[in-house]
Structures are given as C-alpha cells and as structure tokens.
C-alpha cells in the first residue's frame, strides 16, 4: 500500500514537473531579453534535475543522483559565465 503510494505520488510530482517544463520552455523561445532566456534556461536545467531524480528514485538506482549532482554544478558554472558574458563581456 505504501509503494504504491509512493509510486502514485512521485507520478504526480513528475507530471507536474513536465508542466512546468513546458511553461518554461515557452518562456525560453519567447523571452523578450537575453536575461529572460538566461534565467529560463536555469530554471529548464533545474527542473531537468527534479527529472533525474524522479528517475533514480523509481529506478531505485541511487547513481542517477551523482550524475543529477554532476550536472547541477555544471549547471551553475555555465550560468555564472553566461551572466558574466552579459553583464560587461568576456
């Protein structure tokens, strides 16, 4: 009863992912500014992470949350010289 619970919820949890997903890619393709799309891109690349995690969890595979960690901080890196890049030039 419980796994099936789980399994219920972390569904729901990735449906509402994939929604907003969808919004912020939207958001992606029509953002007026560069720092609209900059700031749709983390959010795409965190709410990609909330997807590894949902997988590692319902593949019961504890490895799929290094990888998630991996690409977070490349993630990060890559915003952070992206907004350097707009903010004065590299």
Same mark, same amino acid.
């Given at each position: ?41 983390? =959010?795409?690349?965190?709410? %990609?992470?909330? *997807?590894? !995690?949902?997988? #590692?969890?319902?593949?019961? @595979? ?7 960690? =991996?690409?977070?901080?490349? %993630?990060?890196? *890559?915003? !952070?010289?992206? #907004?350097?890049?707009?903010? @004065?030039?590299?």
């Amino acid at each position: 009863m419980a796994e099936q619970l789980f399994v219920l919820l972390i569904g729901l949890a990735a449906v509402l992912t994939a929604c907003g997903f969808l919004l912020t890619l939207l958001r992606f393709v029509k953002g007026p500014s560069s720092a609209d799309r900059v700031v749709a891109f983390d =959010v795409l690349t965190i709410i %990609s992470i909330s *997807g590894i !995690i949902f997988a #590692a969890l319902m593949a019961d @595979r504890i490895i799929y949350l290094d990888v998630a960690l =991996v690409y977070a901080l490349l %993630s990060f890196l *890559g915003v !952070i010289v992206v #907004a350097r890049y707009l903010e @004065r030039g590299l």
